[in-house]
């Protein structure tokens, strides 16, 4: 099923599609909503629902984050898209073979997982994903590990998310990140199981069965 979005003139298809997005259209807030798109705009002209407008056409565009913000700021009901029962992984690391190994053994676990390949891609997702765990690398290119770490940790939005270093590097390092917040650390190469347990408690759900062959090492 498809909307006609009013502000970009648009089809669109039904926002159900867009759980993923990390940005809405004022025609997909105003369906969330169940209010006209014309009053989405007077939120975003009385600056009470923060947006930005795309260079050259001038349509508005709304972050995930800040639309739930929103919500919240005035006592709106969070749309059934955005109540997530499934508990949430954000994987960090440039390793994408490694990255997608984690990935997958999580997801068996009952996560719901994305990855990020560098600390920059980290800071975007744990905004629009909003993970309950995070498996952290420390050796990246650019934004180190120790610094996403720091970051998360002085952010008062960011700093509630679970941490678990995931590194080969020795382990003064390791109890480095300890100290500076994180709250479980795992040695490279691992067991599956253990990451699975780890990534459990600190989410607070319980753990699946893990399937015959596949608590090995990684």
Known sequence: MYILCHECRQILPEVDQYVAKTVLTT???AQYCKVNFRTV?????????????????GDNR??????????????????EDFVHTAPRALIV?????????IQRVLR????????????????ALMESFAPDVMTLDLRMPGLGGLD???FVRSHPRLRAIKIIVVSGLPRARL???LAKGADEVLEKPFENAVLV????????????PMEAGKSGEI
Do not use: C
Not at 42 to 57: C, F, M
Not at 111 to 120: N, P, S, V
């Open 27 to 29: 025609g997909e807030i």
């Open 41 to 57: 705009i007077r939120w975003i002209k009385r600056g009470h629902l923060k947006a930005y407008q795309l260079p050259g056409r």
């Open 62 to 79: 709304v972050e995930v984050s800040d639309f739930l913000r929103f919500l919240e700021q005035y006592n709106m009901p969070v749309p």
């Open 93 to 101: 690391d440039d390793d994408q073979a490694m990255a997608r190994s």
């Open 108 to 123: 068996r676990a009952g996560f719901e997982t994305q990855i990020a390949l560098d600390g920059f891609s980290a800071g």
């Open 148 to 150: 996403v770490l720091s």
């Open 175 to 177: 109890d480095e990140a």
């Open 197 to 208: 347990a780890k990534a459990t408690r600190l989410a607070g759900v319980e753990a699946r």
